[in-house]
């Protein structure tokens, strides 16, 4: 069993960054394949960014590209993601989420492991 546990989350001006952090026991993330969704009110619960077992391949919504990234420190079994310029619409529970898939995994559906979720709020 795999436990992740999200930190960073807050209220953030349009504009602003905030550093989440995903934390993982239970076994060591670094044969699993890391991604960051988000659920904003009313909607289904999306990929945000997503990263591979080496931290060597990362994917992204395009909603986020070229604002959020996504990276992993294996040796500290931590997964972050950066996000900066952001943007009212961003505002979302964000979870923190791994795959036993080897590559990359896009689909909701293909994580095995979920946090417990925490809310960034971007004023405007």
């Known amino acids: 069993q795999v436990q992740l546990a999200e930190s960073g989350g807050g209220l953030v001006q349009a504009g602003g960054s905030l550093r989440l952090s995903c934390a993982g026991s239970?076994?060591?993330?670094?044969?699993?394949?890391m991604g960051w969704f988000r659920r904003a009110p009313g909607k289904e619960r999306d990929l945000v960014a997503t990263?591979?077992?080496?931290?060597?391949?990362?994917r992204y919504a395009d909603a986020v590209k070229g604002r959020f990234t996504i990276s992993r420190d294996n040796a500290r079994n931590t997964v972050y993601l950066q996000m900066n310029s952001l943007k009212p619409e961003d505002t979302a529970v964000y979870y923190c989420a791994a795959s036993n898939l080897l590559g990359i995994a896009t689909i909701r559906a293909e994580y095995d492991y979920w946090g417990q979720g925490t809310q960034v709020t971007v004023s405007s």
């Open positions: 239970g076994r060591t993330t670094s044969s699993l394949v």
């Open positions: 990263i591979s077992r080496s931290g060597g391949d990362a």
